[in-house]
């Protein structure tokens, strides 16, 4: 199970690294399978096709974003004593 997940993590960094370098369509399964020097056929036992794979990058990213906002918009909200305004809100979103 901890190789699987290590496995599936260096995946979906080298993805991550290469779809923000090239883009989606600069993208093909190969070329994260050449970055890694392993076989093409290994990344589609994970996942079904680049769509599911860009999918998971998305997700993972997703989480952390959300996280991070969250935490900034409830700080501000403290900080303010539990009266925001619409502006501080969008900073403190940002």
């Known amino acids: 199970a901890e190789q699987r997940a290590a496995t599936v993590k260096l995946i ?28 093409p056929a290994l990344i589609h036992y994970y996942f079904d096709g680049k769509q599911a794979l860009f999918d998971a990058v998305f997700e993972r990213r997703v989480e952390y974003a959300v996280t991070v906002r969250t935490a900034g918009l409830d700080a501000y909200e403290e900080e303010t004593g539990g009266k925001p305004t619409v502006e501080g809100a969008l900073r403190a979103y940002y």
Do not use: P, R
């Open 12 to 39: 979906l960094d080298t993805s991550e690294d290469l779809f923000a370098q090239l883009g989606y369509f600069g993208v093909t399964i190969k070329d994260v399978a050449d970055k890694m020097g392993i076989h």
